[in-house]
């Protein structure tokens, strides 16, 4: 639901509101009827007693000595009709109005009561007391309809209602209002973020209240985030631009010259220069690719890969490359299934590969080993050259970084695109040295895919490829 913060506020505040409200008028009102009825009912019973006071025996009857002009008199009420009745000792009827109803309970002598009842079709209160005359008690009752009483009991109703509401109602207005005045910080933050430019990615200010201050440390996160991530972008950018310059600017000049060349002999040396630049401008586009390529965002096709199929299928280049600088390479390959694309897990492999034995010394040693264990597929190519330094292990996995000094042709992205594949495999790379101290070992490694795991499994630590010397 979007409805505003203010709404949903006053909402919950007024249902409890008129609750309370009609509780308070309730109470109130109960009190005030009670006192009503009091007194009310002590002015039924002066007419009792007056009619009381009037009842004489003549002969062996008793009789009501009131002339009929009192009688008329006690009757009269601007509002409410007034009826008597009174009853002697065995019940029979002295005077008045003989339907009017009798007490509920029998009465002592000298004891008045109070009660509700009907008569003639309307409700009426009738106030009744038992008069002890010679030989027994008589009983008189009064009784008077309600008008005056209902038009009371409505009026306390008002009475007590009416300022209550009130109250609630200037209550919700005010909290109406102090929400408003609450909010303003937010107005404010809204205001603040709307009329920045899109380029303007600074923190936005940390002075606003406590319930607002997480939501902009999350926004401020989020910009940091953001930050990072556009500055490591136009660094790349910077460093791609710069790293194709070079080779280019020296395909000019060496095609300029050339073009200015009577003599074949040179001419065939520049020619083999100007392929060399092509082979390295080509080897960095394609990199610069690959990278776009495993970049995340792109949707993930994964599909069952087994490393070790992966990597046997080009063991007959790579056994060309070693052979030609006298390395030797070896393979100890177990099924290692992951979920992947295989065309990246291959390029991982060949930037890994493609250091080896690039940095590794003519007469040194290669070995590339699978494995699939405890829930990890391993990739591991392991050399004894000249190893990575312990304070360059973590930069060389930074686009364009390139130990100083390392000679060849590397534009210093093949470790940024490892990293990068295997990141999105979900998988990590360790880079450290090998067990007998000298040289490299950079282990990929990725979930291990489990339905693949009951494959038959080649024995390992066979060199596949024994290479001559
Ligand atoms: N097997 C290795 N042995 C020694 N140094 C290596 C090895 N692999 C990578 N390096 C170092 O890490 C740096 C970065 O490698 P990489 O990202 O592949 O870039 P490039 O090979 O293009 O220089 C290399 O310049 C090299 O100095
Ligand atoms: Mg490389």
Redesign the pocket.
Known sequence: MNASLRQRLTYWLVGPLLLLVAAGSFVSYRIAFNAATKAYDSALLDPVLAIASHIRRTGDRLELDLPSIAIEALRIDTEDRVYYKVLGPEGELIAGTPQLPTPPERLAPDEHVFYDATFDGERVRVAARAVTVENGTAVVHVAETLVKRDKLVLELLIASTAPQLLIAAAAVALVWFGIGQGLKPLDRLREEIAARSPRDLRAVREDHPQEVQPLVGAVNRLLSRLNAAIESRQRFIANAAHQLRTPLAGLKTHAELARRQPSTVELKSLLDMIAQETGRTSHLVNQLLTLARAEPGETASGQPVNLHELIGRDVRDWVQRALSKNIDLGFELEDAWTLGEPLLLRELFA??L???L???QAGGSVTVRTQGRDGEAVLE?E?N????PET?REK??ERF???AA?G???????????AEIADRHNGRVDLAAPASGR??L?RAVFPRLATHTTRVVVPAATRTVPMSR
């Open positions: 930037n890994l493609d250091n080896a690039a940095y590794t190519v050399d050259g000249p190893g990575i360059e060389v996995f970084y390139r130990v390392t060849g042709e590397g534009c210093g992205l093949g470790l940024s695109i490892v040289g490299t950079i």
